[in-house]
């Protein structure tokens, strides 16, 4: 038995220690005398470790060693939804096994399965380093996937009490304010006119269904090769039932298009604004196309997207600036979040 060799395997051995790993894994997965881990993640959310063993790969999951909140990082949570979802088209790794008991490693930890392709961290792999309609077709598979998980049927599923839908938009600004609240140090520009905005704007009917809670391009892996499509939604921890028009605001907000400022996002992460790819506008369609669901209110569901999104990664910042975290991603947040409060309130039309 041996760690793989890596930058960092010292704090691999902390996190996940070898020997009562293998012990636990003896008998639910096929784990040979030559098991090895790898860290995989940088540990912005779940941390993630490369399992493997003879002809197996695996991938283990664990929360991160500092959690933004008690409730954060249910794997049980996790492992429940990645096992519905088998019984559907939307991309995802198969959950293999959960241990919750955090005497094993240090912590509770789900395994799945290893999940063959990329992640859109630039440069792309060929062939979609320089061919226009090969990202196109990645861009595109962006909302089909997403069209697949608002059209999945959580209740046959059975994830009765997985989420509360009933009321859910009517319960979202307090709910986020209250969280910011926790940890508010500075004043935050456009956040009490959105507030005012959503309450006023909220649509009339709101549909049912699986939501992922952070539907972007950085939280998905896509297949190898041609067509360009998703291979696996990962980091389901946010996930609820709710509303899933939530989602494609989410992915809409927070879409780049050449030109548009970054606000000191680092740039291998911006997929979104690769040449050829498409507008905020030609995704909506897509989508359109491909989704059960109505999109004639999008813009109130880009504005909550965002500002529930400012009100979460404030507490990054806060931890950054107490000194509770070291993440350079962070840092960056001083001015992402009123950049993001800005954009979300020229969505609502009330930046004048």
Not at 121 to 144: I, N, S
Not at 232 to 242: F, H, N, Q, R, S
Not at 281 to 287: I, Q, S, T
Not at 325 to 346: G, K, M, Q, V
Request: aromatic share 10%; hydrophobic share 40%; with cysteine.
């Amino acid at each position: 038995m041996s760690i793989s060799a890596s930058s960092d395997a010292g704090l691999t051995e902390e996190l996940v220690p070898l020997i009562p790993l293998r012990r636990w894994l003896a008998g639910r997965l096929p784990v040979e005398d030559d098991l090895t881990v790898e860290r995989v993640s940088t540990g912005h959310s779940n941390e993630m470790f490369r399992l493997r063993t003879g002809p197996h790969g695996w991938l283990l999951r664990r929360p991160p060693q500092v959690r933004a909140a008690a409730s954060a990082h249910n794997m049980a949570r996790e492992f429940r939804l990645l096992s519905a979802l088998d019984r559907s088209d939307v991309p995802h790794a198969r959950a293999l096994a959960l241990c919750e008991d955090a005497e094993v490693i240090g912590a509770p930890f789900l395994v799945q399965s290893f999940v063959s392709g990329f992640p859109p961290t630039l440069p792309l792999p060929e062939p979609f380093t320089d061919d226009v309609a090969a990202r196109r077709e990645l861009a595109f598979g962006l909302v089909e996937a997403l069209a697949a998980v608002a059209r999945f049927q959580w209740r046959d599923a059975g994830l009765d009490g997985f989420g509360r839908p009933d009321g859910f938009l009517d319960r979202q600004v307090d709910r986020w304010l209250g969280q910011l609240a926790k940890y508010r140090t500075r004043e935050l520009p456009w956040l009490d006119e959105l507030a005012t905005w959503l309450r006023s704007h909220q649509p009339a009917h709101s549909p049912a269904g699986l939501m992922h809670g952070d539907y972007t391009w950085s939280n998905v892996i896509f297949a190898a090769g041609r067509p360009g499509r998703v291979g696996a939604i990962v980091d389901w921890e946010l996930a609820t039932i709710g509303d899933p028009l939530i989602d494609i605001g989410w992915l809409l907000g927070l879409w780049l298009e050449q030109g548009e400022e970054a606000h000191g996002r680092d740039p291998r992460t911006l997929f979104c604004q690769l040449p050829g790819n498409p507008t905020r506008a030609e995704l909506l369609a897509r989508y359109a196309e491909v989704s059960p669901l109505p999109t004639g209110d999008i813009d109130y569901y880009q504005v909550l997207a965002l500002f529930k999104l400012c009100c979460i990664i404030e507490g990054s910042w806060y931890r950054f600036q107490t000194g509770q975290s070291d993440d350079p991603a962070h840092a960056s947040f001083e001015r992402r979040i009123p950049a993001l409060l800005t954009r979300a309130a020229r969505i609502a039309g009330i930046d004048q």
